[in-house]
């Protein structure tokens, strides 16, 4: 899964990037609502995670315009603010959880995966079982092999976004152009789908 998080503590944001990511999540950071709102117009996330009380603001705010662009993420809200006002404006946005400051990371663990634990990812005739971590074509499982699938899985939980080539070198052990090159076109054979190169960026599969 692919996450945005939405913290001002530089303490906290980089122990929940750190912790995150250890978990096998993919985690961009941003520390105002400025670069928060930028990150979610240039990239596709499964789940935000927002502070409420920023310097300049408030993730409640930042929902609701994210809302009115008819952006629907999943969004979990972390906050030292316990307020009823403040948890009915979060669930009017259609958030889906709360945490509560000070907290362990490991509770915010313990929620992902059960708000997450059936989520799956489809594209035409292609599921991933994101909790089995299942590839299936027309229902039928299909093994691409490991540096494939982790491209592939990249691809497809950021579907629409260009995918940079410096993180889908972190498929390989010893990454290049050329493996790369390869590793894409036989995904593409594999599983009869286009995945477009985005010269000098990355690559994207398309929304269909």
Same mark, same amino acid.
């Given at each position: 899964m692919k996450l945005l998080l939405l913290e001002d503590d530089h /303490?906290? !944001? $980089? +122990?929940?990037?750190?912790?995150? !990511?250890? %978990? #096998?999540? !993919?985690?961009? =950071? =941003?520390? !105002?609502? =400025? $670069? *928060? %709102? $930028?990150? &979610?117009?240039?990239?596709?996330?499964?789940?935000?995670?927002?502070? /409420?009380?920023?310097? @300049? #603001? &408030? #993730?409640? $705010?930042?929902?609701? *315009?994210?809302? @009115? =662009? %008819?952006?629907? +993420?999943? +969004? /979990?809200? /972390?906050? *030292?603010?316990?307020d009823m006002h403040s948890m009915s404006q979060g669930f009017n946005l259609r958030a889906i959880d709360y945490i509560k400051k000070p907290f362990d990371p490991q509770e915010l663990l313990i929620r992902l995966k059960a708000k997450f634990r059936n989520n799956s990812l489809s594209y035409g005739s292609i599921e991933y079982d994101q909790e089995a971590q299942v590839l299936r074509k027309d229902g039928v499982i299909i093994d691409i092999g490991n540096v494939q699938y982790e491209i592939f899985t990249k691809l497809l939980s950021q579907c629409g976004s260009v995918v940079l080539k410096d993180e889908l070198y972190e498929c390989f052990e010893n990454a290049s152009d050329t493996a790369l090159r390869v590793a894409i076109t036989k995904i593409k054979q594999r599983l009869n789908i286009e995945i477009k190169n985005i010269r000098g960026k990355g690559y994207i599969i398309e929304k269909i």
């Open positions: /303490i906290l !944001s $980089e +122990t929940l990037q750190l912790f995150l !990511s250890r %978990e #096998g999540y !993919s985690v961009d =950071a =941003a520390l !105002s609502m =400025a $670069e *928060a %709102e $930028e990150l &979610s117009f240039k990239n596709t996330y499964d789940l935000y995670l927002f502070d /409420i009380n920023l310097p @300049h #603001g &408030s #993730g409640l $705010e930042l929902l609701k *315009a994210l809302r @009115h =662009a %008819e952006d629907n +993420t999943p +969004t /979990i809200f /972390i906050t *030292a603010l316990t």
